[in-house]
């Protein structure tokens, strides 16, 4: 198993922006597909972004396009998730996942194996 560690989350005002941070514990890092989730209050798990092993390949939901941009820094053992232009729907709580079976992540939850505490993020209007 790997152990995440989610930082960076915080209160901005609606137009700023907040760099999460994703530390991994554990070998083999740069091999597995890391993936972004948030979670508002009374809503299902939602899909933010997904990055493959080497970082060359990246995927979004349409909510974010544009404004986020996923990471990473494999000999740091490191993903990030650099959010501009935030508005107040991005208020949620901010998981980062490793999909440990794969080198190139979906947009489905259940395929991610471990996953971090979560990272508060408040958008002010």
């Known amino acids: 198993q790997v152990q995440l560690v989610e930082s960076g989350g915080g209160l901005v005002q609606t137009g700023g922006s907040l760099r999460l941070s994703c530390l991994a514990s554990g ?12 979670q508002a209050p009374g809503k299902e798990r939602e899909f933010v972004g997904t990055i493959n092993w080497s970082g060359g390949s990246t995927y979004y939901a349409d909510s974010v396009k544009g404004r986020f941009t996923i ?23 901010y998981y980062c996942a490793a999909d440990l079976l794969a080198a190139v992540g979906s947009s489905d939850p259940y395929d991610y194996d471990s996953w971090g505490q979560g990272t508060q993020v408040t958008v002010s209007s």
């Open 27 to 38: 070998r083999n890092f740069s091999r597995y597909a890391m993936g972004w989730f948030r």
């Open 71 to 93: 990471s990473r820094d494999n000999a740091r053992n490191a993903m990030y998730l650099q959010m501009n232009s935030l508005k107040p729907e991005d208020t949620a709580v």
